[in-house]
């Protein structure tokens, strides 16, 4: 392809049918699309759950040994992690962590480190405007 041919920042276009949207996150068909296909791939996780085609512990490595470049820490903090939901699962019985948990404790971990995230970003994006602030107070 020769440097004529080539056009830079196209968009590309996919399509499924009757729908279609491009791959750019402000366009507004891509958010629905990304969106349906989130809510989707929960209603299946959900469903799978509640058939018993998934297990509660589904995308979780439940081993005790230590895989292959999992470092010693990481390792501990796994089986941790894993100890205590075999804990609660033991404790609230199957239906009671189908009920409290219907994505599974692997989806359940994700969101509670999403949300932690978005707290500390939160909280650095305070910490920074405030540094900000002094830096051009300091400089008047």
Not at 115 to 126: F, N
Request: net charge positive.
């Amino acid at each position: 392809m020769s440097k004529k041919e080539y056009k830079e920042n196209n968009d590309t276009l996919v399509t499924f049918g009757e729908e279609a949207y491009t791959m750019r996150r402000d366009d507004p068909r891509t958010k629905e699309a990304i969106k349906k296909s989130q809510e989707l791939k929960e209603m299946k996780i959900k469903e799978g759950i509640e058939t018993g085609e998934l297990s509660m512990f589904e995308g979780l490595n439940m081993s005790d040994k230590r895989e292959e470049g999992e470092d010693f820490e990481e390792f501990k903090l796994r089986r941790y992690t894993n100890n205590n939901l075999r804990k609660i699962y033991r404790k609230l019985g199957p239906e009671e962590c189908k009920r409290q948990y219907p994505m599974g404790f692997y989806y359940a971990i994700q969101q509670s480190i999403i949300a932690h995230q978005k707290e500390a970003t939160k909280d650095m994006d305070k910490e920074d405007l405030e540094k900000r602030k002094k830096a051009v107070l300091n400089k008047k």
